[in-house]
């Protein structure tokens, strides 16, 4: 099954969404800011990335900034307590592959997997 880096500075949240895709069948690994979640990234290697945009020292949109500028393409996951169509339009901005709204729907999120999943295994044929 696929690798899945979570980065959220939130232990409760990379508690949640790490117990609850790892039951689904996915191999999880998890980073508390984008700092850490570049090495982590570096490191592990996932499928795909899903990312808080409010975080420390490196938050989610210099992250995926960075993501997108140095690394090989895998989809991202922007989630955020940012609800507003502006905030979203920004999330798409920076490239981020699919937005989500906290709090979150764990099956959204699954949903989000599975979909953006799907659509890398195409884009790399």
Not at 85 to 105: H, I, M, V
């Amino acid at each position: 099954m696929a690798k899945l880096l979570v980065i959220d500075d939130e232990p409760d949240m990379l508690s949640t969404l790490k117990t609850f895709l790892a039951e689904r069948g996915y191999d999880v690994v998890t980073a508390g800011d984008g700092d850490e979640g570049l090495r982590v990234f570096d490191t592990e290697k996932p499928s795909l990335v899903i990312c808080d945009i409010r975080m420390p020292k490196k938050d989610g949109l210099s992250f995926l900034k960075e993501l997108r500028s140095t690394r090989e393409w895998v989809p991202a996951i922007i989630v955020s307590a940012l609800s507003s169509p502006a905030d979203a339009l920004k999330g798409y901005r920076f490239e981020a592959d699919y937005y989500l709204t906290k709090p979150l729907n764990l099956e959204d999120v699954l949903r989000g997997v599975k979909i953006m999943l799907s659509l890398a295994s195409l884009r790399k044929k």
